[in-house]
């Protein structure tokens, strides 16, 4: 009897180590799959001292509220920490916001033309309007002509596969540093997420590497 | 036939858990902390450290069941997980908490918070059927019991 439960106690252990152990391994085993990075993006889609203390990369989608809002708290910071900041901006569009990608294309063009922060802000500010719209194309045209872009040169951009391949770079980047939501910063390499982690986090960890 | 039924729907009731904790588990915290965040019901404070604690919850649940080990506890564990879950979400329509997706599986699922919740009654009724009757086939609880 004495033995049979010795027996029956040690399958248990067994058993128990083995389903804790085999997912904890596949866990860390797929988390060591990040790949080195040295981030970077076209001038015109950096703002701020390229020799400041603290680089910010954030990876955003147009179509994402919550990015709009951080939007607004990464304004206040490159202004509040002015000359010590920098952002790097790119593209994350999610294949489950209709016209993400789109957005993020010509935003792009826009910045082909020296115009990325203007129309980004724009996509921000209206994205009520344009993420129902049904022809955001129309739309586009219009932001363009509102920030003084020239619509032909921009409407050509946005068909050129080349454009598409930036934004698709940027996400297979995203990728490959399980950057799995948006919006994502890496504030001198530390991640955060979202406009509240930003706003705490993010602003602690700003404020910790501009006194040391 | 009932003891096979039983057991493919305690794959299934574990599998969604090891997929969602996985998913989680191996995603940095911070984006798991920004879905939490979201629904705007733990202190910010508490919030990095619940959201690397939950996905191995839901990992080890989920395996656990599905394996059949300590069966009962485990599918009591998944349906007070699913109770909670369901509760959160309610309580997100209650507040009028704008919530894009429910953050269940990360971004891989993206449900939004109405199919969730009516997922999870679905979930909580494989949970008590894995309760009542989760053991009985191919599950590691038997084999354990062998030596009785």
Redesign the interface.
């Known amino acids: 009897m004495t033995v ?2 010795q ?2 106690a040690i ?2 252990l067994l ?2 180590a083995v ?2 152990a ?2 904890t391994l ?2 860390f085993v ?2 060591g799959t990040q790949k080195p990075w040295i981030p970077d993006c076209p001038a015109y889609r950096q703002k701020g001292n390229p020799d400041a203390k603290v680089t910010i990369i954030e990876f955003s989608d147009f179509q ?3 990015c709009a809002r951080a939007a607004r708290t990464v304004k206040e910071i490159l202004t509040q920490y002015d000359p010590d900041i920098r952002l790097l901006m790119k593209y994350h569009p ?1 294949w ?1 916001h209709r016209w993400a990608k789109k957005t993020a294309i010509a935003a792009e063009c826009a910045g082909k033309q020296g115009k990325f922060w203007e129309f980004s802000d724009l996509l921000f500010e209206k994205q009520g309007e344009w993420a129902q719209s049904n022809d955001v194309g129309k739309l586009m045209d219009s932001y363009a002509q509102s920030v003084h872009l020239n619509i032909h040169a921009h409407k050509k951009c946005r068909e050129d596969p080349a454009v598409t391949a930036v934004v698709e770079s940027d996400l297979k980047e995203a990728k490959d540093h ?1 950057v ?2 948006t919006p ?1 910063f890496f504030i001198n390499g530390v ?4 406009s ?2 930003l706003r ?1 986090e993010g602003i602690r960890e700003i404020k910790r590497i501009l006194e040391r | 036939m009932r003891q096979s039924l039983a057991f493919i729907l305690r794959i299934i009731l574990g599998g969604v858990f ?1 997929v969602a904790g ?1 998913q989680h ?4 915290a ?2 798991f ?3 939490i ?2 629904y705007s019901i733990l202190p ?1 404070s508490y919030i990095l450290l619940f959201a690397t604690i939950l996905p191995w919850v839901e ?2 649940v989920g ?2 069941v599905a ?1 059949g ?1 300590h069966t009962r506890f485990s599918a009591a564990m998944t349906g007070l997980l699913l109770l909670s879950f369901e509760a959160a979400l309610i309580s997100t329509k209650i507040r009028g908490v ?1 919530l ?1 997706h429910c953050g269940c599986f ?3 699922f ?1 449900l939004t918070p109405l199919q969730t919740m009516a997922l999870d009654p679905v979930l909580l009724g494989l949970a008590v059927l894995a309760f009542r009757h989760g053991r009985e086939c191919m599950s ?1 609880d038997r ?6």
């Open positions: 049979s439960l027996h029956r399958r248990d058993a128990g389903l804790i085999a997912p596949a866990v797929a988390k994402c509220p919550d999610w489950f399980w799995d939501a994502t991640r955060v997420t979202g509240g982690q705490r | 090891i996985f588990a191996v995603s940095p911070q984006e902390a920004a879905v965040e979201a910010p990992l080890f395996i656990f394996a080990y704008p894009e990360a971004n891989a993206p590691l084999w354990i019991d062998q030596g009785r």
